[in-house]
């Protein structure tokens, strides 16, 4: 079913550890708006999903950690279910319902299945940038961490997340929307004006 999704989203999408959340909470009460994380709900995304309208994550679900994170980044890129833009209709659901304006925001924002027009951005990090930011946060291990070879599987995830990020660089340049190339140095408070100046905020 084709949800409409009122004009007063802004769309605030990208590869992990761009800075996304940050910015989002931030401008979020610069400007009154309502933040929609798309992260916080994918469990219960994931638990609405049937295996017919979402076989990629039904295959995930049935995986060991090894064969989620021990396999070839090429192959984890194009069999992650949320980067296939399965439960996208449900996040487009959940928006129609929500108070608005609001701005959404998360990895899970693909720039083919935004509805158009719509006042939208996609960060872009740099590798030295995404690992810094995983750094920072204590994540860097999480999920390697609970398979047979650490060192393998963070290597493998991120190449994964290289590879989503220059997919979403050649998709949203094909479609003509905006980015933000986000480099090491960048600070969060340059980060925020270049969304803010891009979303018309």
């Known amino acids: ?32 708006l309502h933040l929609y994380d798309t992260d916080a709900v994918m469990a219960g995304h994931a638990a609405r999903c049937d295996p017919v309208s979402s076989p990629h994550l039904a295959a995930f ?34 928006l129609a319902r ?6 959404a925001e998360g ?28 750094d920072s946060r204590g994540s860097t291990w999480q999920i390697a961490s609970r398979t047979s070879d650490p060192p393998r599987a963070l290597a493998n995830l991120l190449e994964r997340d290289r590879l989503f990020t220059e997919r ?6 094909a479609l ?8 090491p140095g960048m600070t969060v408070d340059e980060l925020t004006v270049r969304v803010e100046k891009l979303t018309d905020l």
């Open 1 to 32: 079913m084709s949800v409409r999704v009122a004009d007063d989203v802004i769309w605030v999408g990208g590869g992990s550890g761009a800075g996304k959340s940050t910015v989002a909470r931030r401008l979020a009460a610069k400007h009154g």
């Open 61 to 94: 679900l049935r995986m060991s950690m090894d064969e989620r994170w021990l396999r070839p980044p090429e192959v984890m890129l194009e069999t992650f279910h949320w980067f296939r833009g399965e439960g996208f209709d449900l996040i487009l659901d959940d």
């Open 98 to 103: 929500h108070p608005k304006p609001v701005i």
């Open 107 to 134: 990895f899970r924002l693909l720039p083919a299945l935004v509805p158009r027009p719509a006042r939208a951005v996609w960060l872009l990090p740099a590798s030295q940038f995404r690992r810094a930011a995983f």
């Open 168 to 173: 979403l660089r050649a998709e949203t340049r």
């Open 176 to 183: 003509g929307l905006a980015t933000v190339d986000v480099q």
